[in-house]
């Protein structure tokens, strides 16, 4: 039995080199450098003749009759560094909008709460009429809800609203309201919430509206800008790390805008905090 023992260094400064493979040539055993470049290689007299080899990713392999090398007490083997030159390669963005926009929508559940959680939130309701506001409701409410899945119904509030306290004009009865819309306004927009209540057409048809605007930056992040034009106005801001949904803009188009009441506006504002 022939042993072989010995440091694998680097050659420039000295530094132990770990986990480098040590073998013979064309046979198939070997064994591998410890943390400190160490290691005892134990084979059979039958390889005296053999060649010694030595490689590690990043230096040049080293090679040495097995003869000149057993029984040394001491060895220390350097290696030389080797250089590599590789093709040069441009790293391109060649994700499409469709493609940014189906990541994020399937990673919804990742970047959204899982678990339950409990928000404060302020809501006001104005209405006017030619210009003249004719009646407020505000209220403070604290909102329940268990987590972002998808919900069996998009149209159906999830949502648990408790109102802390309600305040309204005395003209919130004007006979003008009759005009707008009786519903709850308050479960209007929470139903609003786009993500949420996964609010975007499934058809490909509508991811192929989608386009690239120029990236942006926000909170640190670099963001993907996406935007849409049909018989609305859509922009989308998307994070580049974990395909988050940042924030939307939606518009209707002067068409769709001039098919309400002349004169006749409805506005909700939220302000909303964790």
């Given at each position: 039995m022939l042993t072989i023992s010995a440091t694998v260094v680097d050659k420039e400064n000295g530094e132990a080199l770990a986990?480098?493979?040590?073998?013979?040539?064309?046979?198939?055993?070997?064994?591998?450098?410890?943390?400190?470049?160490?290691?005892?290689?134990?084979?059979?007299?039958?390889?005296?003749?053999?060649?010694?080899?030595?490689?590690?990713?990043?230096?040049?392999?080293?090679?040495?009759?097995?003869?000149t090398l057993v029984n040394r007490e001491g060895l220390t083997i350097p290696l030389t560094r080797s250089t590599t030159m590789l093709d040069e390669?441009?790293?391109v963005d060649s994700l499409r909008a469709d493609e940014i926009?189906?990541?994020a929508l399937t990673r919804i559940t990742?970047?959204?709460?899982?678990?339950?959680?409990?928000m404060d939130g302020f809501y006001r309701d104005?209405?006017?009429?030619?210009?003249?506001?004719?009646s407020l409701l505000e209220a403070a409410a604290k909102i329940y809800d268990e987590d972002?899945?998808?919900?069996?119904?998009?149209?159906?509030?999830?949502?648990?609203?408790?109102?802390?306290?309600?305040?309204?004009?005395?003209?919130?009865s004007n006979k003008f309201t009759a005009y707008f819309d009786e519903n709850n306004l308050l479960e209007n927009l929470l139903l609003h919430n786009?993500?949420?209540?996964?609010?975007?057409?499934?058809?490909?048809s509508f991811l192929h509206l989608l386009s690239r605007s120029p990236d942006s930056y926000y909170d640190g992040h670099d963001i993907f800008v996406l935007t849409a034009s049909s018989d609305f106005h859509l922009k989308i801001?998307?994070?580049?790390?974990?395909?988050?949904?940042?924030?939307?803009?939606?518009?209707?188009?002067?068409?769709?805008?001039?098919?309400?009441?002349?004169?006749?506006?409805s506005r909700l504002e939220a302000d909303e905090e964790n």
């Open positions: 986990f480098a493979t040590i073998s013979l040539k064309n046979k198939s055993i070997g064994t591998i450098s410890n943390l400190q470049g160490e290691f005892d290689f134990h084979f059979s007299s039958d390889y005296a003749n053999d060649t010694l080899f030595i490689s590690i990713l990043g230096y040049t392999t080293y090679e040495a009759p097995v003869g390669v441009v790293v926009m189906s990541l990742n970047n959204f709460a899982d678990q339950p959680y409990v104005i209405k006017k009429v030619g210009g003249t506001y004719i972002y899945k998808a919900p069996r119904n998009r149209f159906k509030l999830r949502e648990s609203v408790a109102l802390v306290e309600v305040r309204r004009s005395l003209g919130y786009s993500v949420k209540y996964r609010q975007f057409p499934d058809e490909e801001f998307i994070d580049k790390m974990n395909y988050g949904i940042i924030h939307l803009e939606y518009e209707d188009t002067p068409t769709q805008i001039l098919k309400k009441r002349k004169g006749m506006v």
